[in-house]
């Protein structure tokens, strides 16, 4: 089991890009809040979403390949590994999300980029009153960030079974618990 703490560790210790760790974090965020709704292993879900990115900063045109031996390296547990590796299935890497918290990692990684890119473009730069449907406007907004792919997370909503209204409106409310930490609380 990797606790939260060496999860953070893992991830600092390959990524110092203030982007990425903030990604790291939204996801971790999310994956945590989706772990309480299904009651699920909060500290599990959680670091799986910290280290799912780990190999991305050094290795972009290699990852989840690299993060298998970084974290094989770490002594990271097989499953942990398979988890962390699957978000990257029919993208660069074979491995299919068969877990349910597998399909939810695949669904929302895309997501909270969508979502972190529609509250900088607020005002307030806020997401602490961010509506679904402001997101869904944007996720139709093909040439917003456009460099989410869209496909992903229709096919992760059809994977965990939930329509794509509720899976924005649980992101964010995982991305809101940590909002202060990934600088979404708005500029007030």
Known sequence: MLTRDEAYQLLKKYN??????????AVESVMRYFAKKQNEDEEYWGSVGLVHDIDYERYPDQHCHKSKEILEEEGVDPELIRSVISHGWNICIDVEPVKYME?????????????????LMRPDKSILELEVKSVKKKFKAKNFAAGVNRDIILTGCEM????????????IEG??????????AGTQ
């Open 16 to 25: 110092q890009n203030d982007a990425l760790v903030c990604h790291a974090l």
């Open 103 to 119: 399909k939810v990692l695949y669904t929302i990684d895309e997501l909270t980029g969508l979502i972190n890119a529609t509250v």
């Open 160 to 171: 965990i079974d939930m329509d794509l209204d509720t899976v924005i409106a649980w992101t």
């Open 175 to 184: 991305m809101k618990e940590s909002a202060e930490e990934l600088g979404l």
